[in-house]
Structure formats: structure tokens, C-alpha cells
């Protein structure tokens, strides 16, 4: 019998080539026709992986005992959808954490299952798959991710008494409920840094391309009372996820005349999209995003050589802090992790000790998660749970110089 964690990363690594696959016809396909949308993942080979998901996390690659009832964590990505591309390395790092602590025993004897339920990356997919994993499956706690999605969720979260933690940066979302967490940094402390860097640079004109989603109406006025604070005026224009031609909202920026302008689509292709179509149509200025997307390979491959130059917000993985887990990584997914994968093996690990340390119960895994402290992160030192239910972790600004991620001041 086929080893079924080899399997699953099998189904994975196709997932991804052919979602690239797609991603690269698209961008090679001229610009302004109707067409399918080549992101969204075919709905057969999606609905295949996630039975793939579903066989490997029923049965663990490592059984630690018999007669012990597996300890479920439902998953709600997104496997189909505009950022099902991303979803890939974020399962294969969950199931990194999975396998190793199984591995490890298990959870005091029971072994670690994911069970896995297609977001779509919307809110109302985002509902039906919480509904899915908590109220069928029983799951007592749920790893998520998205802002859109997570602010749907958060009602029936604390409705159901089911602790969430995800891996949204949108300020004040997971505060808004009980039984909501956030391993990630937020836009909030991303923002000042950014903000502290226009203002040494004393730029006056500054503009932002946003997605039109929950994740834009949140950093939109963050991000122009920064502009404001600084002396410069401030121009924004909203997109929609899932379109090939940004070029009429890239004229806005263009009639602005802005000094810097600033791209946040939530990452995936098509925040890369924009970047690319930006500097295709001979706009020079600097260019800014408030999240390090860098190491992500859609996000990468699509944007190409415009990448070079660009300043990036947020944290950064340092490959050796925790060189097992980025090994196992590459062997998986084939390049080395980032930050966003390395938050979700943080998640999984977390859920992890909360469960082992109280037992398998929605209130008292949010009890122990909403006080822990002094947690080994992958990335290197420890974090906390903040009372925003928010973690802390290190952020810095970083300048694409040569292919490399430099930090600046």
C-alpha cells in the first residue's frame, strides 16, 4: 500500500503545478477578452485532492497507539478560488506539524487528524465549512484563514463555543470575538513602520491600489490616516479579485501622479497581477506592499523581475531558525518556506499543546490558547497571545536588491 502522506504531498505538488500552470496560459493570453478564469482550480482535480486530504488525515502516516480516537482539527482553506494556489503550502505545512507530532506520540497517545473543508475564500463557503467540520464532523477546534472568511465565521464560532485561530493580519477581527485568534502580524504594526520610512523619505503623494473586499475596508483607512500623518495627500482605488486587466484602475494611479504607491491584494496572483501591470505600463515610482509575499512562488513567478526594488512589510523566516521544518518544506512544496506557511505550522502546533494540555474541549483549548505565553515559533524565539487575541512577533521592512531580501530602515 502507497504511504499516504507521500500521496498527499503527491496530490499537492500537482495541484500546484497545475494551478501555475494556468496562472502562466492566463498571463500569456493577451489582455482585455472574456475567458474563463484559469485561478480557479478545476473543480474535479479540487474535490480529488480533497478526498486525498480527507483519506491521509482519517488515517495518520504514523499511529501511535491502538483504541486511541484520533484528536480532529477542522481546516477551512481555501482549495478552489483565487487563492487556492496559496492554500497548497499552507496545507503542506500543517501537515509537517501533523506528521512530526505524530510522530512525536501524538497528542498523550491520540493522533493528530485534519480534517480539511473548501473555503472557496468566500464568506458564505467560509460559514458552510465551519458548519461542516464542527457540527458533522465534531471538530472542537478550527484552523482558518482570510480575513473575509474569518469575519463570517466569527458568530458561529462563539456560538458553538469552537476556538478559532487563523492567520488573518487585519487589526481588530479576531478581537471582535471570543473564541477568535490570530497568529500573524497586523497591518496596524505594519503600517507605522511603513509610515515612519515615507515620512525620513518626506514623500507628499501617495496612493494605494486595495482589494474591494473585508481586507480593504480595514486597511484602507489605516493606511490614509498614515498618509495624512506624514503631511502627504493620500489616493486609493479598489479592485476586484479574479479580473486579468487592472490597466483602468492603474490610470487612476497614474493621473495622481503619486510619489510611491502602495499594492495590498491579500497577496496571491492577483496583487501580482497589478504590481506587473503597473510597471508594463511605465509607472517607475516606488512601489510598496504591506505584506512580504516575496517567497511565495505564484506571487513571485508572476510578478517576475518588477519584483526587484519593491519594499515589503512585515516579518521574514530566517531558514535557520528551525531548519528541519524548512527541509521538510522544500522536499514537500520544492523552495523554501516564508513567513505564511510558517504561521500555519506554528497554528498547528499550538492547537496541539492547548489540546494536550486540557484535554479535547472547545472552551478550555480557547482558555489555553487566549493565555499562552512564551511559545517556540519556527521563525525563531517566542511569541504571546496579546489581549487583542493577536500574537507579537518581529517586523521589519524589506527592499528586493538583486533577488534578495535586504532589510531597511
Known sequence: ??????????????????NRERTQRKLNAGEGKQRSNPRVVN???????????????????????????????????PLTGPFASNAVEYL?????ARDEINAQG?????????IVE????????????????TEVDGVQVVISVYTNVVTAQIPL??????????????????TKGQYSFSHAPQYSNIVPIERAYWQKKQYRRIFMLVVNNALGQIVSPIVASAAESVGAQYGEAQFS?????????????????????????????????????????????????????????????????????????GPNLDPTARPSFVHAFKQKMGYIPGYQPAEQYDVTRIVAYAIGKVGY?????????????????????????????????????????????????
Not at 467560509?126 to 467540520?133: L, S, T
Not at 458553538?160 to 488573518?168: A, C, F, G, Q, V
Open 118 to 133: 473548501d473555503t472557496q475564500a468566500s464568506p458564505q463557503g467560509g460559514v458552510a465549512a465551519f458548519r461542516k467540520v
Open 43 to 77: 473543480r474535479r482535480r479540487a474535490l480529488g485532492m480533497l478526498a486525498g486530504t480527507a483519506a491521509a488525515t482519517a488515517v495518520p502516516a504514523i499511529l501511535p497507539a491502538q483504541g486511541t480516537a484520533p484528536y480532529k482539527v477542522g481546516v477551512t482553506f
Open 241 to 313: 479579485l479574479g479580473q486579468t486587466d487592472y490597466r483602468g484602475i492603474i490610470e487612476r494611479a497614474k493621473d495622481f501622479n503619486p510619489d510611491i504607491i502602495i499594492v495590498q491584494g491579500g497577496g496571491g496572483v492577483d496583487e501580482a497581477i497589478v504590481i506587473k501591470q503597473l510597471r508594463e505600463l511605465n509607472l517607475t515610482q516606488q512601489l510598496f506592499t504591506l505584506a512580504n509575499n516575496y517567497r511565495e512562488p505564484i506571487w513571485r513567478n508572476t510578478v517576475g523581475p518588477y519584483a526587484e526594488g519593491m519594499i515589503l512589510g
Open 157 to 174: 464560532a462563539d456560538q458553538l463555543k469552537i476556538p478559532t485561530i487563523s492567520t488573518i493580519e487585519s487589526p481588530g477581527v479576531a
Open 106 to 114: 501524538g497528542i498523550k497517545g491520540h493522533p493528530l487528524a485534519l
Open 361 to 409: 474541549d472547545g472552551p478550555r483549548i480557547r482558555d489555553t490558547i487566549a493565555t499562552l505565553k512564551n511559545f517556540p515559533t519556527v521563525m525563531g524565539g517566542t511569541i504571546s497571545m496579546a489581549l487583542d487575541h493577536y500574537t507579537r512577533m518581529p517586523l521589519a521592512l524589506w527592499l528586493v536588491r538583486r533577488g534578495e531580501l535586504v532589510k531597511v530602515g
Open 1 to 18: 500500500m502507497p504511504n499516504l502522506s507521500d500521496a498527499l504531498r503527491d496530490e499537492r505538488c500537482a495541484f500546484s503545478a497545475n
Open 92 to 96: 503542506a505545512a500543517i501537515n509537517i
